[in-house]
């Protein structure tokens, strides 16, 4: 029998070590950019619009690549927003985890072995109560904070909290930017612009 709290725990270690040496994640719309995240160096990918059909066939390339691949299930065509949906992507899709905005797919995710990474758009202070108390609900295993450009503005109050790794994307256009946000808390920033695959810790 599958030991899920193990399998898990190695995808947090991996996530990390990758993330620790390389902090950008490519945000993918389709295959053929994924070609280009080999060449950069880049260890996570999320992919955020498509359907399951082209998900399958990404889950392999970055398998191939070594690459870790979260599906961003709220918006993916082909993909059931339920338990099942969950074992499916986790058994037959062979993805590492997934992307949401909602915290019982989040657990779902995470029953089945995947890690489960919450999305929270920081619009307004209400807006970031509400995160917060949503994350303390859902306890994912990664929380990604939008838009980026945001964090550098709460730093002090997310630090001021006892949460999991945290991701910033959306709207991050340069790497001064890249650079104004990529510090504690967070420990990575997810971007579909190509030209900051690139981006290393200095």
Known sequence: MI??????KRRMQTLREGLGRKPIIAGLKGIKEARLTGEAG??????????????????????EQGQ??????DLIAGIAKDGPGMEVLANE????GILTTKGYLVAAAQKAGMLGIQR??????????????MI????????????ALVVPAVRERLLSH?????IAGGLVETEEELERIVRPPVLAVSTSRAELWNYERV
Do not use: W
């Open 3 to 8: 030991n899920f709290k193990s399998v898990r």
């Open 42 to 63: 880049v260890k996570v990918c999320f992919y955020l619009t498509g359907d399951i059909f082209e998900l399958r066939s990404l889950a392999k390339f970055c398998k």
């Open 68 to 73: 870790m691949l979260f599906a961003h299930v």
């Open 93 to 96: 899709v062979g993805i590492d």
């Open 120 to 133: 929270l758009f920081m619009l307004d202070s209400e807006a970031l109560k509400t995160g917060l108390r």
């Open 136 to 147: 303390e609900s859902s306890q994912p295993d990664a929380v990604e904070i939008l838009p």
């Open 162 to 166: 006892e949460l999991p790794p945290m």
